[in-house]
């Protein structure tokens, strides 16, 4: 399990709430802890005592459903693909409702399955690159990413890499080495490339889709999780990306983490703490993503701006 999946085991036992030291236990950092809060995606509910995610009911079925196609398939068969990074908590690609089992050669050519659903692949794979989560056999993380990445347009791919690297469960020191498991193989040329713009800091895939259109509009952010401080030190708020010299930050307003009431609050006291010690706040959503000049064009006019001033 990785940290995230520890932390949620406690909560479930423990209603949805842990503590810092709990976290901490996990392998959270202090640092991550307090961002988690800033950010609106755990309400701190006591002193040291945090209300986290719960999963529900949906995503408790859907590892059954996992679990019950991977069983069908025999002692051979794991997850792989987009449902090995789901099991892992790997995101940035969209969720359908297939499943993607592997077996080695030609047990994968006579396998029976009635369930449209359930899609095998004949891959094989060393005993080594096979681990489990929740029980489940699964393609360890790194070969997850490397396997993606193949099959993966840039998008996706990077922000497959990114949540990796930010969730710990793949390190930097690790990506060359991705580079010997896709050698020679269809897409392992762009997907070289994909490595190049891989960065751990990115928090979301929104996170990374915003930081690659400002990359491919020519205006790049020179700091992911930028940290804004007062005079005394103070955190004033942490900012998704930020141009330092211009003192701009945008942040990327994903649903999950910006929609509760508690972190609508949150952000809007952040932006003023920034707003007042001088800098400007950009806030970009999904479907600004979806138009490649959008958010360059933000970026740049805003940078135009404080050059101005």
Same mark, same amino acid.
């Given at each position: !399990?990785?940290?995230?999946?520890?932390?949620?085991?406690?909560?479930?036992?423990?209603?949805? *709430? +842990?503590?810092?030291?709990?976290?901490?236990?996990?392998?959270?950092?202090?640092?991550?802890?307090?961002?988690?809060?800033? !950010?609106?995606?755990?309400?701190?509910?006591?002193?040291?005592v945090y209300l986290v995610a719960v999963p529900s009911e949906e995503a408790v079925l859907r590892r059954s459903r996992i679990r019950a196609a991977v069983l069908s398939l025999g002692p051979a068969a794991h997850a792989v693909l987009a449902t090995a990074a789901e099991l892992h908590g790997i @995101?940035?690609?969209?969720?359908?409702?297939?499943?993607?089992?592997?077996?080695?050669?030609?047990? @994968?050519?006579?396998?029976?399955?009635?369930?449209?659903?359930?899609?095998?692949?004949?891959?094989?794979?060393?005993?080594? @690159?096979?681990?489990? *989560?929740?029980?489940?056999?699964?393609? @360890?993380?790194?070969?997850?990413?490397?396997?993606?990445?193949?099959?993966?347009?840039?998008?996706?791919?990077?922000?497959?890499?990114?949540?990796?690297?930010? %969730?710990?469960? *793949?390190?930097?020191?690790?990506?060359?080495?991705?580079?010997? !498991?896709?050698?020679?193989? %269809?897409?392992?040329?762009?997907?070289?490339?994909?490595?190049?713009?891989?960065?751990?800091?990115?928090?979301?895939?929104?996170?990374?889709?915003?930081?690659? %259109?400002? +990359?491919?509009? %020519? +205006?790049?952010?020179?700091?992911?999780?930028?940290?804004?401080?007062?005079?005394?030190g103070y955190l004033l708020g942490v900012g998704d990306m930020g141009w330092r010299a211009s003192r701009v930050i945008a942040e990327a307003d994903g649903r999950e983490a910006h929609e509760t009431p508690n972190a609508l609050f949150g952000d809007r006291h952040r932006q003023n703490r920034l707003?007042?010690?001088?800098?400007? +706040?950009?806030?970009?959503?999904?479907?600004?993503?979806?138009?490649?000049?959008?958010?360059?064009?933000?970026?740049?006019?805003?940078?135009?701006?404080?050059?101005?001033?």
């Amino acid at each position: !399990m990785d940290r995230r999946q520890i932390l949620g085991a406690v909560a479930v036992r423990q209603g949805g *709430v +842990v503590t810092r030291e709990q976290a901490l236990a996990a392998g959270f950092s202090r640092h991550e802890i307090d961002n988690q809060v800033a !950010m609106g995606r755990w309400r701190r509910v006591a002193r040291a005592v945090y209300l986290v995610a719960v999963p529900s009911e949906e995503a408790v079925l859907r590892r059954s459903r996992i679990r019950a196609a991977v069983l069908s398939l025999g002692p051979a068969a794991h997850a792989v693909l987009a449902t090995a990074a789901e099991l892992h908590g790997i @995101a940035g690609l969209r969720r359908f409702d297939e499943i993607h089992v592997c077996l080695p050669g030609r047990a @994968a050519r006579g396998a029976r399955i009635r369930d449209p659903a359930i899609i095998v692949h004949q891959l094989d794979h060393p005993p080594h @690159a096979v681990t489990a *989560v929740d029980g489940i056999p699964v393609t @360890a993380p790194l070969l997850t990413v490397a396997e993606l990445i193949l099959r993966q347009p840039r998008y996706p791919a990077v922000s497959v890499l990114d949540s990796a690297l930010n %969730r710990g469960l *793949v390190r930097d020191d690790e990506l060359p080495s991705i580079l010997s !498991m896709i050698r020679g193989r %269809r897409g392992a040329v762009a997907a070289r490339r994909y490595l190049t713009e891989a960065n751990g800091l990115a928090q979301s895939p929104l996170e990374t889709r915003t930081r690659l %259109r400002c +990359v491919d509009g %020519r +205006v790049p952010p020179d700091c992911l999780q930028l940290e804004v401080r007062d005079d005394d030190g103070y955190l004033l708020g942490v900012g998704d990306m930020g141009w330092r010299a211009s003192r701009v930050i945008a942040e990327a307003d994903g649903r999950e983490a910006h929609e509760t009431p508690n972190a609508l609050f949150g952000d809007r006291h952040r932006q003023n703490r920034l707003v007042n010690a001088g800098w400007t +706040v950009l806030r970009f959503t999904w479907g600004d993503t979806l138009r490649p000049d959008c958010i360059p064009s933000v970026v740049r006019r805003a940078l135009a701006a404080r050059r101005a001033g």
